[in-house]
Nanobody, 122 residues
Framework: VQLQASGGGLVQAGGSLRLSCAASGRDFRWSVMAWFRQAPEKEREFVTGINWKEDTYYAESVKGRFTISRDNAKNTVFLQMRRLQSEDTAVYYC?????????????????WGQGTQVTVSS
């Protein structure tokens, strides 16, 4: 099983990026998919998650700016990020949980991608 995150890069404050996470090795259409991020010297934090019914959940800091979506036919989850701020600079990780509920707890997630760097310049 592999989660391959991509789409990170360097962007100016106020700009946008779209991250993708392609899953392989099993069908994740019934799984919870989520994005976390980790800034230097900080703990990994929940950003957003989506369940199999496509209910979505967001951290307060990204509500109204970030949008998670999934394409089950492609076994892929996306993170559209808009109005990026310097505080959004981090390595972004996608994760999958075989459970039914979106959780902000990293321990709940069974699979993790390798991370993609997002750097927002002010």
């Amino acid at each position: 099983v592999q989660l391959q995150a991509s789409g990170g890069g360097l962007v100016q404050a106020g700009g946008s990026l779209r991250l993708s996470c392609a899953a392989s090795g099993r069908d994740f259409r019934w799984s919870v998919m989520a994005w976390f991020r980790q800034a230097p010297e900080k703990e990994r934090e929940f950003v957003t998650g989506i369940n199999w019914k496509e209910d979505t959940y967001y951290a307060e800091s990204v509500k109204g700016r970030f949008t998670i979506s999934r394409d089950n036919a492609k076994n892929t989850v996306f993170l559209q990020m808009r109005r990026l701020q310097s505080e959004d600079t981090a390595v972004y990780y996608c994760a999958a949980s075989l459970g039914n509920s979106v959780s902000a707890n990293v321990a709940v997630y069974d699979y993790w991608g390798q991370g993609t760097q997002v750097t927002v310049s002010s």
